[in-house]
């Protein structure tokens, strides 16, 4: 017997939220999207507002990708209808909210995930396979690209390498960030540097230059690991996956929604993310 799909809806549809409804709507029954553009549409779904898709009991779980200013007051109405909600990163604004999100869906008995995609890289997933048990000494990242200059850098990028130190590592003991102003924004380059007791994590994000690269570089005491792209490359050779981390984030949202695994950006993953924002100086 063919297992019944979920009934799903989205929230924002913009550049990033029409891959999200794409995904939604191969793996399950997409059946609304709320977007403030009139010429937005979404291939067998049903234009609605957030008032109409909190409204319908049928829809289980709901996709928000909208502006990050927004999050809060859409995941908290969307969680007091009891539905399940995959937020795009970050959860909120200050970490404060964010837990009071994590604490709302505990009480409702919901999934809240926040949707940090790197985590699902499967390169990614590979490559923390084979870091376990070895002592990291240094982790640095470097993105450079141009564009993303909608939102302020620290929550729209920087956030991506704080998720992975913070799935890695733990809560660093302190951080520094150095801000440079670039021209497009009030800050376009940002280089940040994360202390732990025996390791230290280092980014450098460039959002307006003319090189297009995203490396993360690991340290350990008798290797040296490189992800860049599909693959990671170390000492022993190189390791290449072409699944796409989106599609994986969104089964694996859909899949603890039906009672599987729980996602390892679920629960209050966010908040603790925003927790590192809050201390670099």
């Given at each position: 017997m063919e297992q019944k799909r979920l009934k799903t809806a989205i929230i924002g549809v913009g550049r990033w939220g029409t891959n999200v409804a794409h995904e939604?709507?191969?793996?399950?029954?997409?059946?609304?999207?709320?977007?403030?553009?009139?010429?937005?549409?979404?291939?067998?779904?049903?234009?609605?507002?957030?008032?109409?898709?909190?409204?319908?009991?049928?829809?289980?779980?709901?996709?928000?990708?909208?502006?990050?200013?927004?999050?809060?007051?859409?995941?908290?109405?969307?969680?007091?209808t009891g539905k399940h909600v995959l937020c795009e990163k970050p959860l909120?604004?200050?970490?404060?909210?964010?837990?009071?999100?994590?604490?709302?869906?505990?009480?409702?008995?919901?999934?809240?995930?926040?949707?940090?995609?790197?985590?699902?890289?499967?390169?990614?997933?590979?490559?923390?396979?084979?870091?376990?048990?070895?002592?990291?000494?240094?982790?640095?990242?470097?993105?450079?690209?141009?564009?993303?200059?909608?939102?302020?850098?620290?929550?729209?990028?920087l956030t991506h390498h704080l998720a992975i130190a913070l799935d890695i590592l733990g809560k660093p003991t302190n951080g520094v960030v150095t801000r440079r102003e670039a021209g497009e924004t009030a800050c376009d380059i940002i280089d940040t540097k994360l202390s732990y007791p025996s390791c230290e994590v280092i980014s450098h994000i460039d959002r307006v230059s003319k090189e297009k690269i995203h490396t993360m570089t690991i340290h350990t005491a008798n290797n040296v690991l490189v992800w860049e792209g599909t693959q990671y490359?170390?000492?022993?050779?190189?390791?290449?996956?072409?699944?796409?981390?989106?599609?994986?984030?969104?089964?694996?949202?859909?899949?603890?929604?039906?009672a599987g695994p729980v996602p390892p950006t679920a629960g209050d993953f966010g908040a603790r993310v925003l927790e590192i924002h809050e201390m670099l100086h």
């Open positions: 939604l709507a191969i793996q399950s029954d997409l059946v609304y999207f709320a977007s403030k553009e009139s010429d937005t549409a979404v291939p067998s779904a049903k234009r609605a507002t957030v008032e109409e898709i909190c409204a319908d009991p049928s829809i289980e779980a709901v996709a928000i990708a909208t502006p990050i200013a927004t999050h809060e007051e859409l995941v908290r109405k969307v969680l007091e909120a604004e200050t970490s404060a909210t964010a837990y009071e999100l994590s604490n709302l869906a505990k009480a409702k008995k919901t999934m809240l995930v926040t949707g940090y995609v790197y985590i699902y890289h499967p390169v990614y997933q590979e490559l923390k396979k084979k870091l376990a048990g070895q002592q990291i000494s240094r982790i640095e990242f470097v993105w450079k690209k141009y564009g993303t200059f909608q939102e302020a850098i620290e929550l729209n990028l490359r170390d000492s022993s050779g190189v390791f290449e996956s072409r699944d796409m981390p989106l599609q994986l984030e969104v089964t694996a949202f859909l899949n603890a929604v039906s």
